[in-house]
């Protein structure tokens, strides 16, 4: 993939001038060192121009990690630490930032070796919040070395999906369908966000296609289409309008990015394309969100966010799936009911046309839309990728802006059931605990719209981490509670 960032976390440590700078050095010395046995030198880089004790401490080492390509920071507590110091090192870094500290090391030394920066994390949090200062603060921040190494390395995914949103760029291609304003995207967030967004009719794509006719790259990319599909490949005469699409699609990122590093793209797939362009794009869709670059359906522009951050944090493609349709009965008795720990009601069908992955398909196949080809001559509806998705853990997740331009986000882990879904379009039988209760209370109750994105993998708490970080209200960042923990708006008497 190579549409996501490479993250490099520089650590800086921190010393209180009352304490002895030893303590820190020695510590930190000992965490990278941990680092380095568990993870390897990838990814971290050991500041070695000072411990930050003041104010000019702090613009060296700044100047440092920012000479050795530093694009995340680590604020070590050594030792009690500089409150003012270390805090500014947030402040002026540009980045994710995250504060950890060290825990005493034995009962031996507790005198003359002895830190506090279990006390020194409570003024860090106290004057980052004083001062307005982001910065990610792990569920319990104090630890020995090879506890904080831990700290960094989930740090990491974290600190790529912040980096990546700070230079991304959305690329969006005509209106949502009629009866879409379910995917409403008040753009406001994005900007607060630090995203840019540049919304083009499909005409102009229309445009850029034609000019892409005879394009002598076309026969290469037929061959890549055919290699990846196999016997899947279902519908060989409609693979040179997909790779002059697709084409066109990357011509375009190539040409709009701007001074941005990263892109996702909001595509049109209906009503006009299918008759104009003379296929559908799912296919293509499917192997761009391959390549890294999320291509979200139907204009979703927040579904091609959420997509982009899910790819960041897992470094995999991911997918845009509706919440679709519920598991018949006699499916679930057969096939789940004796098999799993789930409830009827915590499954559903995950579906769309046709834009996952191959990768994550356990069979595909290239034909024709079927939904569409209701309507329509069944040869403009070709280029969907049919099959059912791998089983596995799967996070199915979203963040939305509201009509009122509110940040919003749920997170629920789950997994895709190995089961036959007997049904057509990239599709999987989903489970997820207590879906029904977070169907009514989450899904419903706070407005969200039908698509959701998926990550393979179970990456909820990186992702609930980014969401914090980025903005999103605690009491709007929702989750699939479990029994014990009802939900507000849950009746008790039910």
Known sequence: MNNLPEVKVGIVAVSRDCFPESLSVDRRKALVKAYAD??????????????????IHMVQALEDIKKAGCNALCVYLGN?????????????????????????????????????????????SYNLKLRNIKAYIPEYPVGTAEECADMIHEFLPIA??????????????????LNFLACNAPIKQLYNIGVEIEENSELDLFEAFKK?????????????????????????????KLAQYELTLLDWVEAHRGYRKYVAI????????QT???????YVNSRLTGMGIPVSCEVDIYGCLSEFIGTCVSQDAVTLLDINNTVPADMYNESIKEKFSYTHNDTFMGFHCGNTNTKKLSFCSMKYQMIMARTLPEEVTQGTLEGD???????????????????????????????????????????????????????????YPHHGAVAFGHFGKALFEVFKYIGVPVEDLNYNQPKSLPYPTENPFA
Request: hydrophobic share 40%; net charge negative; with cysteine.
């Open 389 to 447: 998705i791998i089983p596995g853990d799967i996070t199915f997740y979203r963040l939305q802006s509201t009509a009122d331009c509110k940040l919003r986000a749920y997170i629920a882990q789950g997994e895709v059931l190995p089961v036959a879904t007997k049904s057509f379009g990239s599709i999987g039988v989903f489970a997820i605990p207590e879906m029904q209760r977070f169907y009514r209370h989450v899904l419903i109750e706070k407005n």
């Open 212 to 240: 892409h006719e005879g394009d002598e790259r076309i026969p290469a990319k037929v061959k890549e289409m055919e290699a990846e599909l196999g016997e899947g490949n279902m519908k060989p005469e409609v693979l040179p």
């Open 276 to 282: 104009q362009f003379g296929f559908v794009p799912c």
């Open 266 to 273: 909001a595509g049109k797939c209906w009503p006009a394309f």
């Open 80 to 124: 009690f630490g500089p409150e003012i110091s270390e805090t500014l090192l947030a402040k002026h870094f540009d980045g994710p930032a995250m504060f950890i500290a060290a825990a005493e090391e034995t009962q031996n030394n507790l005198v003359g070796g002895r830190g506090d920066a279990y006390c020194g994390m409570l003024n860090a």
């Open 38 to 55: 568990k993870y390897g030198m990838d990814g971290i880089y050991e500041c070695p121009v000072c411990i930050v004790e003041s104010e």
């Open 160 to 177: 790529r999906a912040i980096v990546g949103l700070s230079d991304l760029k959305i690329i969006s291609f005509g209106p949502r369908p």
